[in-house]
Nanobody, 121 residues
Framework: QVTLVESGGGLVQPGGSLRLSCSVY????????MGWYRQAPGNERELVAA???????NYTDSVKGRFVISRDNAKRTVTLQMNSLKPEDTAVYYC???????????????WGRGTLVTVSS
């Protein structure tokens, strides 16, 4: 069983910063892409940022220049540094990992339970 555990959400004023972290637990073979998604009330879940095992990153346009995603393959963690936060960044943020379970190629698309980020004065 693969479990993702997120931390770092909370309340922050506009212009402030938060750092989200996510760790992958369980018996796995490797992790391909890791990323962060978010879902605001009434909206669909959207990709915020992702990073491959090789370090290639992808960001949604609205966070480019403000958010930075990074990962530590040895520690099985992915981090999202969020700067210059705006009220429209308010959402539940979910960690995602494309996990390979064995050498045969079996895999799962694993999700965390989500952490709430609220940007408000």
């Amino acid at each position: 069983q693969v479990t993702l555990v997120e931390s770092g959400g909370g309340l922050v004023q506009p212009g402030g910063s938060l750092r989200l972290s996510c760790s992958v637990y369980g018996s796995i073979f490797s992790i391909y892409a890791m990323g962060w998604y978010r879902q605001a009330p009434g909206n669909e879940r959207e990709l915020v940022a992702a990073v491959t095992s090789g370090g290639m990153t992808n960001y949604t346009d609205s966070v480019k220049g403000r958010f930075v995603i990074s990962r530590d393959n040895a520690k099985r963690t992915v981090t999202l540094q969020m700067n210059s936060l705006k009220p429209e960044d308010t959402a539940v943020y979910y960690c995602n990992a494309e996990v390979r379970l064995n050498s045969a190629g079996d895999g799962v698309d694993a999700w965390g339970r989500g952490t709430l980020v609220t940007v408000s004065s």
